[in-house]
């Protein structure tokens, strides 16, 4: 539609042409040179839409050569002749009546196709409004006071949706906390967000006791088996235990788990396996980590240190580590607003940031 409303608005160029000769050209010569500009338009339209360039080349070129192309052939079928034994005024009329019908024609078509994408995109808007709050509803923030810790966490996508994940798993006194990333970006990472969030939580709700690290292989098998090519997803995961200050902590091809002590001093969990995904029969391991009061352990994703300032420098992992020592200082809810207004400050946010700050209160034993 679009393209028919281009043409007919500017084939009236070419009944212009027909009028503007010393002797007004008839009818049929007008509609051969009304055809003749609709189609160059045409060519316009579609070589910057489709960003073919070369194409400008041969549509400039052409109109000094439409008596040879167009003109003299159609004299030779005897279109050109139709309506030249009309009188002088009669053809100008004819010609006034076809550009107005075309003028007509063409903005008809242009404010139906206008009007039809208008719709589209209202539609297109509605959907993606409803799979924001879907998405919201996925990923709410996180805020945890128990087994004698206190954890909080938040999730802030770069665009409508994100393909993060923050989630936690409460059961019989086992507190799991997960952070993932999902590969790429918008729609379809979010989807395959949605689907390990299901598959993390219908796996942890079978057996009481399940390792994290059989947690990990059957899910990098499922993300293998479901998921595109080249798709995968990085995952950070902590396990509580009621009444215990030893964590048990599991990586899968995530950055590095900080540690931040009463004491100021910071430590890293390095990970040493694949994404999942990658390879359906990899196998995942975990440590285990005792926390003091006062002790902080940091989950992100990639989003928080691949940020850049105005100089095009990166804040990388050692940039994010100074700001996780600083804001760890305080209870996790104001750490976590301090590490994510201190990196939107270093620069702004081209990926989904996601944080969780987990820490042992001072006063040790079980929090308020």
């Known amino acids: 539609m679009l393209y028919a409303g281009v043409f007919f608005t500017f084939a009236p160029v070419g009944i212009l042409i027909a009028m503007c000769q010393p002797s007004p050209w008839g009818w049929g010569a007008g509609l051969v040179s009304a055809a003749f500009s609709g189609v160059i ?9 489709m960003r073919r360039w070369w194409l400008l080349v041969p549509l400039l070129v052409l ?26 005024t009669a053809r100008m009329i004819i010609h006034a009546v076809l550009a107005t019908a075309m003028v007509s024609i063409g903005f008809t078509l242009t404010i139906r196709f206008v009007q039809r994408q208008e719709a ?17 509803n996925l990923i709410p923030a996180l805020r945890i006071v128990d087994h ?9 996508a770069s665009a409508e949706m994100g ?10 006194g086992r507190t799991d906390l997960f952070v993932a990333d999902v590969s790429g970006h918008g729609v379809g990472a979010a989807v395959v967000m949605a689907m390990v969030k299901s598959a993390l939580r219908m796996r942890l709700s079978g057996e009481d006791d399940l390792p994290l690290t059989e947690v990990l292989t059957d899910l990098s098998r499922v993300v293998a088996e479901v998921c ?4 995968f997803v990085t995952l950070a995961c902590v396990r509580l235990v009621r009444d215990s200050r030893e964590v048990e902590v599991a990586l899968a091809g995530h950055p590095p788990v900080f540690i931040r002590r009463a004491s100021g001093a910071m430590e890293r969990i390095d990970n040493d396996a694949l994404p999942l995904g990658i390879r359906a029969e ?9 926390l003091d009061p006062g002790d902080s352990l940091v989950l992100y994703t990639d989003g928080l240190f691949e940020v850049f300032n105005d100089a095009n420098a990166q804040l990388g992992i050692d940039g994010l580590e100074a700001i996780v020592r600083d ?3 305080h209870a996790p809810v104001d750490a976590l607003d301090e590490m994510l207004t201190r990196v939107r400050a270093f620069g702004p946010k081209r990926d989904d940031q996601t944080a969780l700050v987990l820490r042992l209160p001072r006063e040790g034993g079980r929090a308020p």
């Open 163 to 172: 393909g993060d994940l923050l989630d936690a798993v409460r059961r019989d």
């Open 63 to 88: 109109p000094p050569f439409a008596a040879d192309l167009v003109y003299r052939p159609a004299q030779w079928l005897g279109v050109f002749a139709l309506g030249d034994d009309l009188s002088t």
């Open 228 to 231: 595109t090519e080249g798709m």
């Open 120 to 136: 589209s995109q209202s539609r297109l808007r509605t959907e993606i409004d409803l799979a924001q709050r879907i998405h919201d």
């Open 282 to 290: 990899e196998t995942f391991g975990s440590v285990r980590v005792a």
């Open 41 to 49: 338009a045409l060519g316009w339209v579609y070589a910057i839409s």
């Open 327 to 329: 804001a760890c200082a």
């Open 148 to 156: 004698g810790f206190e954890a909080a966490g938040r999730c802030e």
